[in-house]
């Protein structure tokens, strides 16, 4: 079953623009979530978690329990951003991933 | 401090040959895992460990094996390649699941 979904493969936006991310994901239990980045060939790296509540260059993201959601979002997106985004769910011992989001943005 | 270690970078092998990709961290983590990366599906979770000792599996776990002899290595192994094995391959490790996951920077396999 797919526990994380994103449901855009591409996503392209102007430099200083806003930027949303989108990312749901299915978990009956109290779910941990966080944003990785990868940028062109480089490992993948953490870029926030939902229980830090925090804000990584200009990213942040709220748990919607309702919605099941955890969208990343950037006010003003910056070309230095465009990378491969995985949103990803821990339950017990693993990590899910979604299928990613390539964001491009465009000068 | 060098993180999670994975050798080769690259590799290319025959259809049925066996071959072991290496992993090995120096951060004391007790969790570790491997996954592979393929266009469109993302990163599917092949084998895990929770400590030295203990590996249990994943999502996609047929063809592969693993061993957690030592904190520090977690290596995986491919039995007898298949081309759908093709793959870019992640190792990754973490003091504990909520923290989060230190990746490696990946091997490349195509397997011919």
């Known amino acids: 079953a797919q526990r994380v979904t994103q449901p855009e493969k591409l996503l392209s936006v102007f430099k200083g623009a806003p930027v949303e991310l989108k990312c749901n994901y299915s978990?009956?239990?109290?779910?941990?979530l966080f944003w990785y980045v990868q940028y062109s060939r480089q490992r993948l790296q953490l870029l926030l978690r939902?229980?830090s509540r925090e804000s990584i260059k200009g990213f942040t993201a709220d748990l919607n329990k309702g919605e099941t959601s955890f969208h990343l979002k950037k006010p003003f997106a910056q070309e230095e951003d465009s990378a491969m985004y995985y949103c990803a769910l821990l339950t017990g011992n693993q990590f899910y991933f979604g299928t990613g989001t390539s964001l491009t943005v465009i000068p | 401090n060098a993180g999670v270690t994975q050798t080769p970078k690259f590799q290319v092998l025959k259809t049925g040959q066996s071959m072991t990709l290496q992993c090995a961290q120096d951060m004391n983590h007790e969790y570790m895992s491997w996954y592979r990366q393929d266009p469109g599906m993302g990163l599917r979770l092949i084998h895990y460990s929770v400590g030295a000792g203990i590996t249990d599996q994943g999502e996609v776990p047929n063809g592969y094996n693993v061993s957690r002899s030592t904190t520090e290595d977690f290596p995986l192994r491919l039995l007898s390649a298949a081309p759908s094995q093709t793959s870019v391959y992640f190792c990754a490790s973490s003091v504990q699941g909520q923290d989060g996951y230190t990746f490696g920077s990946g091997t490349r396999l195509t397997v011919v």
């Open positions: 978990y009956s239990g109290s779910p941990e």
């Open positions: 939902h229980i």
